[in-house]
């Protein structure tokens, strides 16, 4: 009954761009290629469109900036977004571009990561056939559908926001795909903020892929401060500096360098602090935990505490989500047990 539906409910071509999404995930021989297409300079309305379908293009790029965290894919996802830019830039010949792009970009995020519920994952494919068109009515719909405010087609509104963090702090996405979502909600002028230094590969990234999508970014530089006896944080920003070249070359100064490696040290003292609390964690906490409310939980393994914070630096705030994470199989137990 639920595939007759379906099927009266959705299009072929709504089957076929979820199909295409399906292929890309898998990571099938036959889309090996298209790591060649993205890394080529070719127009995508111009001969790559023999090549590979538009949608497979996108859908492609967004798949690499999801799910590439690690570090050393750092020049893939900056591939991908170029890629990615122009396909979205060049998806519609109507006088909403941008925002026509910003609705492809959010539905084709969404359509990656429902492919496991079909309808849903069916709902969100006819929306972007929809959207692609370029109609105003059509776009404006979906813009308050996915809750994203419409944007000036002059691209010149004040959106910004002066203090995020990436996944090298304690964010979860990589700078490419944080200027990415901060492009979809229309921000033109972005502060990111990092922990007592900042890498220059990190930095690399985020101001190409900033000057990929036309964002304004500024680096900010979080330090612990004494004031009056107390501590508190101070943010230290580098102004005038909007290119990567640039950036690079000022971080690559002596004085500038042995600042940044005072730095490191700070984090390395801090860090070893937040082992300190997971030790505590283990050998009493855990313990109080299962006293007072009856939930179970093996020690917390430090390895696999590594591992959830990937590349960014281990904080109090990593640690107390990875203990939630670790608790909610006992608390789904107890709230079982409940009368």
């Excluded at 979820?18 to 080529?40: N, P």
């Excluded at 998806?91 to 990561?113: D, G, P």
């Excluded at 972007?128 to 087609?153: C, D, I, N, W």
Aim: proline share 4%; with cysteine.
């Amino acid at each position: 009954m639920a595939e007759t539906r379906r099927s009266i409910m959705f299009d072929p071509q709504d089957y076929e761009l979820l199909s295409i999404v399906h292929d890309v995930l898998k990571g099938g021989k036959e889309r090996r290629h298209l790591k060649t297409i993205i890394a080529s300079c070719l127009h995508p309305n111009g001969i790559v469109e023999m090549a590979a379908p538009k949608a497979l293009r996108m859908a492609y790029s967004i798949v690499h900036l999801i799910n590439s965290l690690d570090a050393d894919e750092a020049e893939d996802r900056i591939m991908a977004l170029r890629t990615l830019s122009y396909e979205v830039m060049n998806s519609s010949a109507s006088t909403f571009r941008f925002n026509t792009a910003r609705v492809l970009l959010e539905i084709m995020k969404n359509l990656v990561r429902n492919t496991g519920d079909e309808e849903a994952a069916l709902k969100l494919a006819h929306d972007f056939r929809a959207a692609s068109t370029g109609k105003q009515r059509v776009v404006r719909y979906q813009l308050r559908k996915y809750h994203l405010l419409e944007m000036p087609e002059d691209w010149n509104q004040l959106g910004f926001d002066d203090h995020v963090h990436d996944a090298n702090t304690k964010g979860r996405k990589s700078p490419t795909h944080l200027i990415m979502d901060a492009w979809i909600k229309g921000i033109r002028f972005l502060t990111v903020i990092y922990y007592n230094y900042i890498e220059p590969e990190a930095a690399a990234e985020l101001m190409e892929a900033a000057q990929i999508m036309g964002i304004g970014v500024r680096i900010g530089v979080e330090l612990p401060a004494r004031f009056r006896g107390r501590y508190i944080h101070l943010i230290w920003s580098v102004r005038g500096l909007s290119q990567s070249q640039n950036y690079q070359s000022f971080l690559a100064k002596p004085h500038v360098h042995e600042f940044m490696d005072d730095g490191r040290k700070i984090s390395a003292y801090q860090q070893n602090h937040v082992f300190r609390i997971l030790t505590l964690f283990n050998e009493k906490h855990r313990q109080a935990l299962f006293d007072e409310f009856g939930m179970v939980l093996p020690p917390v393994d430090r390895e696999a505490f590594l591992r959830f914070v990937g590349s960014g630096q281990p904080s109090l705030l990593h640690l107390a989500k990875h203990i939630h994470n670790l608790l909610i199989p006992s608390m789904r137990t107890l709230l079982q047990e409940i009368p």
